[in-house]
Nanobody, 120 residues
Framework: QVQLVESGGGLVQPVGSLRLSCVAS????????MNWYRQAPGKERELVAL???????DYADSVKGRFTISRDSAEKTWALQMNSLKPEDTGVYYC??????????????WSKGTQVTVCS
């Protein structure tokens, strides 16, 4: 069983910054893709950012230039640095990973989510 545990959510004012982190534990051989998703009230869950094993990254258009995803594959940890936050960034943020076990089985896992609120 693999568990993803995130931390760093909270309340922040507009243009402020927040850093989220996620740690994978359990039966993990490697993590192929590390992701951050978010879901705003009344909206669909959306992919915010991802990073691959090779370090390639991609971002949603709405966060480009403001958010940065990073990883530490040895520690099976990844983070999302969020700068210049806007009220529309408010939502529940989830880390997600495509995980490979020692038998080469690949599965997708989710954290429980953490609330990020951007408000004056």
């Amino acid at each position: 069983q693999v568990q993803l545990v995130e931390s760093g959510g909270g309340l922040v004012q507009p243009v402020g910054s927040l850093r989220l982190s996620c740690v994978a534990s359990g039966t993990v051989f490697s993590i192929n893709i590390m992701n951050w998703y978010r879901q705003a009230p009344g909206k669909e869950r959306e992919l915010v950012a991802l990073i691959t094993r090779s370090g390639n990254t991609d971002y949603a258009d709405s966060v480009k230039g403001r958010f940065t995803i990073s990883r530490d594959s040895a520690e099976k940890t990844w983070a999302l640095q969020m700068n210049s936050l806007k009220p529309e960034d408010t939502g529940v943020y989830y880390c997600n990973a495509e995980v490979q076990d020692y038998t080469s089985r690949v599965r997708n896992y989710w954290s429980k989510g953490t609330q990020v609120t951007v408000c004056s």
